[in-house]
């Protein structure tokens, strides 16, 4: 058993890994989307998309229903998704970085923002039974334990960096 345990604890370290990187990348694309909505209307860029398919088929389900929901958008909730998209996407990063570098404060950090994201995703899934929310909700989780158990690992091995 003690043959295997080493492997298992560096399986664990690279989903550890692999999880993190992907929460960086997750928080790069919101930061990329927050800033993008501070300068694309998004009416105009989906009346621009769907024009054509409208021009072809008036009818068009899909096509007119995303219309109407972008025609629907405000400047204000507009302005809203891109701050809360930054912020969201800027805390993430500065956590992730943290974590890469083995910071030891990134660890409880870590843990406490994503509580907070998982708190918040799953009172909107109560709301919306958004399967997408639930998988993020059930990422997050994974993501809390391996940094909950990478923490105790890096404590017990003395592994931080400054």
Do not use: C
Not at 1 to 9: G, I, Q
Not at 16 to 39: C, H, N, R
Not at 50 to 75: C, K, M, R, Y
């Amino acid at each position: 058993m003690e043959a295997r345990e080493p492997k298992v604890e560096r399986g664990l370290y690279e989903l550890f890994e692999i999880s993190v990187i992907l929460k960086g990348l997750d928080a790069l694309l919101e930061i990329v989307v927050g800033i993008a909505l501070f300068f694309v209307n998004i009416p105009n860029l989906v009346q621009s998309l769907v024009q054509t398919e409208i021009i072809e088929d008036p009818n068009d389900f899909i096509a007119t229903h995303i219309q109407a929901l972008a025609g629907t958008l405000s400047p204000q909730v507009q302005t809203y998704g891109a701050l809360y998209l930054l912020a969201h996407g800027v805390i993430k990063v500065v956590v992730v970085i943290g974590l890469l570098r083995r910071s030891r404060w990134a660890y409880p950090a870590a843990l406490a923002v994503f509580a907070l994201f998982i708190a918040y995703q799953t009172i909107k899934f109560i709301g919306t039974h958004s399967i997408p929310l639930l998988l993020l909700d059930i990422f997050d989780i994974l993501l809390v334990w391996l940094v909950y158990h990478e923490y105790r690992r890096m404590t017990r091995e003395g592994g931080f960096r400054r």
